[in-house]
């Protein structure tokens, strides 16, 4: 299994901008699906959103479609979230995951087996 790292979080404004970084430890970082979540204080885990192995598949949630942006590099074992028009309700603990097994389908409803990374903290006022 890949080890995860997130990084970029912080506080910004509303309507501002923030681009979240995952750095992944081994060489078979190419062959993982790579997924962001979030989870606000006192809720539940969310899913944000997918991307297949090769970048050419993104999957999206609804309450961020058209503003949230995931691309990856696989040459620098990375992937990325760039936010746009943050708003406050975006708030949350960011995370990245990974998994080699689950299919696409399963993926794009949030269903992730694999590893984790610690998280980072997006805070945006309004």
């Known amino acids: 299994q890949v080890q995860l790292v997130e990084s970029g979080g912080g506080l910004v404004q509303a309507g501002g901008s923030l681009r979240l970084s995952c750095a992944a430890s081994?060489?078979?970082?190419?062959?993982?699906?790579m997924g962001w979540f979030r989870q606000a204080p006192g809720k539940e885990r969310e899913f944000v959103g997918c991307?297949?192995?090769?970048?050419?598949?993104?999957h999206y949630a609804d309450s961020v479609k058209g503003r949230f942006t995931i691309s990856r590099d696989n040459a620098g074992n990375t992937v990325y979230l760039q936010m746009n028009s943050l708003k406050p309700e975006d708030t949350a603990v960011y995370y990245c995951?990974?998994?080699?097994?689950?299919?696409?389908?399963?993926?794009?409803?949030?269903?992730?087996?694999?590893?984790w990374g610690q998280g980072t903290q997006v805070t945006v006022s309004s």
């Open positions: 991307i297949n192995w090769s970048g050419v598949m993104k």
């Open positions: 995951a990974a998994d080699g097994v689950s299919s696409w389908s399963s993926l794009t409803k949030g269903v992730f087996s694999g590893s």
């Open positions: 081994g060489r078979t970082f190419s062959s993982y699906n």
